[in-house]
């Protein structure tokens, strides 16, 4: 019987093209600081690739969209056949998907004189794509406990399709499609984080026999994933009203009670697991900015980057550190320079928060966009050598067994 380990060893073409993670999560850094270093391009005024749309919303959708589109697509293509026990897209058809995301950069960078409909459809194609992998893997493998993953992913393309809808008509930076894009990311977060944060650091805890271990999910989680979905819904529908502000601030108090019953402060020693702890804080601070900026204590702007900047931010820039380092056969601790690129993002965020506060002080908008570069530039060229060689056999299939 052919298996996910096997399948990924069959294939005999570059590293690259062997499991999902390595060419998107690759790329995703990649797209990542290089999408900060042309929108300083685009401030100051010049447009040298003619992009498709405003530069605002081009900097917001390659963000939501182009970046957390790849981010996304290589977990799904690495998680769902451990969730399913089905194989992997590996080789060419895994280069074909790079292709689609590659497409829909290209489509929102120099698709400034494109038909709208062309730009939306290449930009789409991954989408529609991993939607029907998805659906395909959870059908077959009559994995239903995922279906709400699959939904969410369904919300999110929508999601996309509609700030292009709007982008042709009218301004899209704070509209529907890019409100519910991030309502969609931020609830996967608190779905499949809920999973892996306490998971992972159960079973770090555990190897160190601590007494006080994360606690199991039980109805008060339900409670609050249930609050975190009705606080989204408020902020898509309206974001400025008058309920989203104190269902927010709720859903932010419950998400940090939720986060301090999983154990992080006891993680200080392995960054690789104390970082899932921030970004999950993030989320709850994130829906704290955002009610009080409902109730016009701050701007929207500067609020919303705390989910951006530090919720998604750092916890796709954990998830991808982490699964790198696993799937390529690597221990599982991270090193003082890729810790050094978790507290730089951490300095992202607060910078960007600072500068909604304080609009005059200019320069901590460009210790943000300086700080977010270094994180992700930094683990594009960290992880390039993990994520482009082959797996590294465990040492003990190196040595000979004992008689």
């Known amino acids: 019987m052919t298996t996910t380990a096997r399948q990924s060893r069959d294939w005999s073409g570059p590293a690259l093209l062997s499991y999902g993670f390595r060419p998107f999560f690759l790329f995703s850094g990649i797209w990542a600081a290089f999408a900060m270093l042309f929108w300083i391009v ?42 399913t026990g089905r194989l992997p897209v590996v080789g060419w058809p895994l280069a074909g998907l790079v292709g689609l995301w590659l497409m829909g950069r290209l489509a929102v960078l120099i698709g400034g004189g494109w038909p709208a409909w062309a730009v939306a459809a290449l930009d789409l194609a991954l989408f529609v794509a991993l939607i029907a992998f998805l659906a395909r893997e959870i059908i077959a493998g009559r994995n239903w406990r995922n279906l709400p993953v699959l939904g969410l992913m369904a919300l999110f393309a929508l999601a996309n399709g509609v ?27 608190a779905l499949i984080g809920g999973r892996i944060v306490p998971s992972f650091t159960r079973n770090w805890l555990a190897k160190r026999e601590a007494t006080r271990l994360p606690a199991a999910f039980n109805r008060s989680d339900a409670g609050v994933l249930g609050l975190t979905g009705l606080a989204l819904l408020a902020f898509v529908v309206a974001p400025y009203g008058t309920v989203t502000a104190p269902l927010c601030l709720s859903a932010g108090l419950a998400n940090l009670w939720r986060v301090g019953r999983w154990q992080g402060w006891q993680t200080g020693p392995e960054p690789l697991v104390w970082v899932l702890h921030a970004a999950y804080v993030m989320l709850g601070i994130g829906f704290l900015t955002v009610g009080a900026a409902a109730l016009d204590l701050m701007p929207q702007s500067g609020a919303r980057h705390v989910w951006l900047a530090g919720t998604i931010g750092l916890m796709t820039l954990a998830v991808m550190t982490r699964a790198s380092l696993g799937h390529a ?29 304080a609009p005059g002080e200019v320069w901590l908008m460009h210790l943000s966009a300086m700080l977010w570069i270094v994180a992700f530039g930094g683990f594009a060229l960290i992880y390039w050598p993990i994520l482009t060689r082959p797996k590294r056999a465990p040492k003990s299939a190196s040595r000979p067994q004992p008689a």
């Open 329 to 357: 056969g690597l221990p599982l601790t991270a090193s003082r320079t890729v810790a050094a690129l978790y507290l730089a993002l951490i300095g992202a965020t607060l910078a960007r928060l600072l500068a909604g506060l």
């Open 42 to 83: 685009l401030l100051t005024g010049r447009d040298p690739l003619s992009i498709a749309f405003a530069p605002m919303e081009w900097h917001v959708h390659s963000f939501v969209f182009g970046y957390l589109s790849a981010v996304i697509a290589g977990f799904l293509l690495t998680a769902v056949p451990n969730w």
């Open 163 to 189: 700030f292009h809808l709007e982008a042709a008509h009218g301004p899209a930076q704070d509209g529907y499609g890019l409100r519910l894009g991030l309502a969609a990311v931020l609830m996967l977060i």
